[in-house]
């Protein structure tokens, strides 16, 4: 059923946010996960699961690869005569502008979108919180509790300070109002987190926005959400499903391997077509396995060759692993060759690296080795 007084807005970039080689030729968004998705893939997906059809991403320098993806919005039924996906343009002063563009800068690219939709509500939300969320829940309790804005927010453990200056934490009082925000605390508080999704009137979004930048105000969370916490009622939704911020190198390889999970992988994937991820549909053979091939607890794509060991792995299309060669706890991208006699541990490979016969890459669990786009070894 569609959500036609909602659009949604999704952030493919967060200048806080540093994936290195990942991010050399592409966006946030745009960075493959899972063996044949994009991140953007699992925001957007969520938006149309709860019948949400028309959506806007916002883009930086670094559009070609997102642009490539998503093309006109078929995948995810977005082809269409009225509403549809939309590419947003980035904000004009990207390029040479002296401070980083934060938040409020991309809502204001997307101005001419907001004000031209027919839809008054509108779902905010980065592109990089994976998980499978209906947002008609969140909606619903938006107007149960005649609220000006509500947030989406998560029970997390104890944080170390590291993982603390990531996060946005919230207070919540009995009534399901938020009482406190903190932005990047250096002492955890609380519990609850924010996940950097938040549902309000179109109008009402306009208004602070223009109100932010004429103050020379440029964040969501501190200039709107914070300023506003005694002004507005805001409300939080609590998510209590599996949740992964890919905010690093660390957070990327986690999600990867935590995906050969088979009870996460339901989760996310589901069972239906009614909660499924949607992704560009590329056509390919089914993948080869040789005869002394050997595969432990790994997702493999179609295309692929294997006539080594694989184990813990996420290996994308077209893939080649040569023989006696051993590939454990990697990610390894789309149409890379890891050739004869070749041990990989601990690393994730961009697309269509190559590494030669007899060599050795081993990194740490905790920090894998990054190989970047068509590199060889």
Avoid at 36 to 44: A, G, P, Q, T
Avoid at 125 to 131: E, H, K, L, Y
Wanted: hydrophobic letters at 40%; charged letters at 25%.
């Amino acid at each position: 059923m569609e959500n036609n007084n909602t659009l949604g807005l999704i952030f493919s970039g967060n200048p806080e946010v540093n994936l290195g080689e990942l991010m050399k030729v592409r966006s946030l968004a745009a960075v493959p996960v899972g063996g044949r998705y994009r991140i953007v893939d699992f925001m957007l997906s969520n938006m149309v699961n709860s019948g949400i059809v028309n959506v806007g991403i916002t883009t930086g320098t670094k559009h070609r690869s997102l642009s490539d993806h998503v093309g006109s919005g078929k995948a995810w039924d977005m082809a269409r005569k009225t509403n549809g996906l939309f590419l947003i343009p980035p904000p004009e002063t990207l390029d040479n502008n002296t401070r980083t563009l934060e938040s409020i800068d991309f809502v204001n690219s997307a101005m001419s979108f907001l004000t031209r939709s027919r839809q008054d509500y509108v779902i905010l939300s980065d592109c990089n919180t994976i998980c499978s969320i209906n947002f008609e829940d969140v909606i619903d309790k938006h107007f149960k509790n005649d609220a000006d804005i509500t947030v989406v927010y998560t029970e997390v453990g104890e944080l170390t300070p590291k993982e603390l200056g990531h996060h946005i934490m919230l207070d919540a009082n009995a009534d399901g109002s938020i009482s406190d925000i903190q932005v990047y605390p250096q002492r955890q508080k609380t519990n609850l987190a924010y996940m950097n999704m938040m549902f309000i009137k179109k109008d009402l979004l306009i208004e602070l926005v223009g109100d932010c930048l004429a103050h020379d105000k440029h964040s969501i969370a501190k200039d709107i959400l914070l300023a506003n916490l005694h002004k507005l009622r805001i409300f939080g939704y609590k998510f209590d499903g599996y949740k992964k911020t890919i905010d690093s190198i660390k957070s990327f390889f986690g999600f990867n391997l935590d995906l050969l999970d088979p009870n996460i992988r339901h989760e996310l994937f589901g069972t239906n077509d009614a909660r499924s991820i949607h992704t560009k549909v590329k056509d390919s053979v089914p993948t080869k396995y040789g005869r002394e091939a050997e595969v432990k607890n790994s997702v493999i794509a179609d295309g692929c060759t294997i006539e080594g060991r694989v184990e813990n792995c996420i290996i994308f299309r077209g893939v080649k692993i040569g023989k006696n060669s051993v590939v454990k706890d990697a990610i390894i991208m789309q149409n890379s060759r890891i050739m004869d006699d070749c041990r990989v541990e601990n690393a994730i490979f961009d697309k269509e690296v190559i590494l030669c016969n007899g060599k050795k890459l081993i990194g740490q669990g905790t920090y894998p080795l990054v190989i970047g786009k068509r590199t060889i070894v």
